[in-house]
């Protein structure tokens, strides 16, 4: 069957350090997957992008890699801060239809002072 | 107003009721979808549309029924609905379909009686 599985547990993170956030899937084909945080209450919102043929990809103080073999995808936020609390959502795009965007059930990160 | 709008934020409703969400983007996008977000499970895709024209329908019951009068606004048509319909509606757009990042609503936090 097909899935998608991000963290299952809550991460919790001291203030300056990494925080490193997993999304596997199985079975998919996935065109290019996204990044999207999502705060208490409010819509996602778009963070980054990363296509199959690519393998990093950057921005400020993020940092999104994609291996197709593993299936996997990491995100990255160096020198953390307690703003970054929020719950981090992955979503695949198919090969079979662009507008087929299929999401993971986030990871609620935590940055502790 | 900027950016994609939704009203009403709050909807209570009883399952006999009809209602309507409205979704309205001020981007100039032709992609329009919505999603349903329950707790504890990832958002759902529910319906896409593109230039004005359905292009996914993700096996929604027909108690849902979507409404695309132009390419800026988007509405959903709920009667008869479920207490397990209960969850947070998201309106999203993008310019076009494919590999473009999506702007979301707020959302319309919906419960039904």
């Known amino acids: 069957s097909q899935k998608i599985e991000q963290n299952s547990e809550a991460l919790n993170i001291q203030e300056g350090k990494t925080a490193t956030l997993t999304c596997n899937y199985t079975n998919y084909s996935p065109a290019y997957l996204q990044w999207y945080r999502q705060d208490p209450g409010r819509g996602p919102v778009f963070l980054l992008l990363?296509?199959?043929?690519?393998k990093e990809k950057r921005k400020e103080r993020l940092k999104v890699t994609f291996d197709t073999t593993l299936k996997q995808s990491l995100f990255h936020i160096t020198a953390s801060q307690p703003a970054d609390s929020a719950t981090y959502l992955c979503?695949?795009?198919?090969?079979?239809?662009?507008?087929?965007?299929?999401f993971g059930s986030g990871t609620r990160l935590s940055i502790r002072p | 107003e900027t950016g994609v709008t939704q009203t009403p934020r709050h909807l209570v409703m009883g399952m006999t009721n009809k209602k309507s969400l409205k979704c309205e983007q001020h981007?100039?996008?032709?992609?329009m979808y919505w999603y349903k977000q329950s707790a504890k499970k990832p958002l759902e895709l529910m319906f896409v549309?593109?230039?004005?024209?359905?292009?996914e329908n993700n096996s929604v019951p027909s108690r849902f029924s979507p409404e695309c009068p132009n390419s800026s606004h988007l509405f959903l048509h709920l009667h008869t609905l479920q207490p397990e319909d209960s969850a947070l509606y998201l309106c999203?757009?993008?310019?076009?379909?494919?590999?473009?990042?999506?702007?979301f609503g707020p959302g319309t936090r919906l419960t039904v009686l």
């Open positions: 999203a757009s993008s310019q076009d379909l494919g590999d473009n990042e999506q702007f």
């Open positions: 990363i296509r199959e043929n690519e």
């Open positions: 981007l100039g996008h032709n992609a």
């Open positions: 979503a695949l795009a198919l090969y079979s239809s662009a507008s087929k965007i299929i």
């Open positions: 549309y593109s230039l004005e024209e359905r292009v």
